[in-house]
């Protein structure tokens, strides 16, 4: 193989799977792997002792091959892993599935053992960083680390103004999902992915060069755009440490997994819109414009209860929120019982707060305008 495979996972509870991949890789003169049966055991390992490639079953011990997957692309060691699915499951939705989660690779059994090692290559070629693109960064880095502020802002620039790519990548990936061929499809979405990764930590270093240029205005820009892909990669720690950071100097900035769920929201995406919202939650967790917008993603998604829930939130929070009260009447067909602190005086908005102020109706049989 053109990339170097140090050490490899399986991960599965069936012995016979075992027995034929070992005997597939060592066809393919691979290291014999570390057999593994429980997802949970794997994390613990990460941190210190990762693989290089995993093969995961459909089930474990502790839990699917699909949970598995999607548990790791959350952590930050496992975001680029590369993870092909050894699987007897042919259905298109557990395709679909699988390629949502951020598989790899994705190979049926029983396999022959040309098909298995290129999906062995692909996934390892697609979930590495652009290695030209890694050698910038690096450089600088280094620039950053010396105070050559100019000379860095100059090479983080050059590797952010090849962002498209990531998009272009992304692109062709939908263009074959749409036409089936699920395994150019995960090469292209895993190719965007590390790119994302990649242009994330050069925004974020062209903040640092433009902070130690004295221009404000730019670093809080970069900021911004670097806390936007963390947050579309939905990695909440680098996402919360950036916030943090742009807080200490605009303490009205937006919480960006908020924007991110108003912009799913409208898109559709009921799904995606609550989970970034319940990551929004982590970094504000007390403001009733986001405990709003929760509820009616929830309203969206038909979920009246949990609708009712997070806007019962936002009202015991804020009383006098007009367009709170508004919706909570039309969902609850009741009041709310507390009266606001004016009745006609609107109490100014949090700090950071992004009200999703979109007013098309809820695709629902409610008859709800919020």
Request: charged share 35%.
């Given at each position: 193989m053109a990339r170097t495979i140090k050490k490899i996972t399986i991960l599965t509870h069936s012995e016979t799977n075992v027995?034929?991949?070992r005997r597939s890789l060592k066809r393919l003169r691979l290291p014999q792997p570390d057999v593994l049966g429980s997802g949970a055991e794997v994390m613990e390992e990460m941190p210190t002792d990762p693989a290089h490639v995993l093969l995961v079953d459909d089930?474990?011990?502790d839990m699917s091959g699909l949970d598995f997957l999607r548990m790791l692309r959350r952590s930050p060691e496992g975001r680029l892993l590369p993870v092909v699915m050894v699987t007897q499951e042919?259905?298109?939705?557990?395709?679909?599935?699988a390629i949502s989660a951020g598989c790899s690779g994705y190979v049926l059994r029983p396999y022959a053992l040309a098909t298995f090692e290129r999906h062995l290559q692909m996934a390892v070629d697609s979930a590495a960083l652009d290695e030209e693109g890694e050698a910038k960064l690096a450089r600088a880095h280094e620039l950053l680390s010396l105070g050559k502020f100019s000379e860095a802002a100059e090479e983080f620039r050059s590797i952010v103004d090849g962002e498209e790519e990531s998009h272009r990548y992304f692109d062709v990936g939908m263009r074959h999902l749409q036409a089936q061929r699920y395994g150019t499809a995960m090469v292209a979405f895993n190719r965007a992915v590390a790119l994302g990764e990649l242009f994330a930590e050069a925004h974020k270093g062209l903040a640092h060069a433009y902070r130690g240029l004295n221009d404000t205005a730019r670093y809080l820009e970069e900021l911004r755009t670097a806390a936007e892909i963390y947050a579309l990669q939905d990695r909440l720690q680098e996402t919360k440490e950036i916030f943090v950071e742009i807080l200490k100097a605009d303490p009205d900035a937006v919480n960006p997994y908020n924007a991110l769920g108003v912009e799913l929201r409208r898109k559709g995406d009921y799904a995606g819109a609550i989970h970034a919202y319940s990551q929004a939650l982590e970094l504000t967790p007390d403001d009733e414009y986001l405990f709003y917008n929760i509820a009616k993603a929830y309203l969206y998604a038909g979920d009246t209860g949990q609708a009712e829930a997070f806007l019962e939130r936002a009202l015991r929070r804020n009383p006098g929120f007009r367009d709170a009260r508004g919706l909570y009447s039309q969902v609850a067909g009741k009041e709310?019982?507390?009266?606001?602190?004016?009745?006609d005086a609107e109490p100014s908005?949090?700090?950071?707060s992004l009200p999703d102020t979109d007013d098309s109706a809820p695709p629902s049989t409610l008859s709800v305008d919020g």
């Open positions: 027995t034929t991949d089930e474990m011990d042919n259905r298109r939705e557990q395709v679909l599935n709310w019982d507390v009266a606001p602190p004016e009745a908005r949090p700090a950071g």
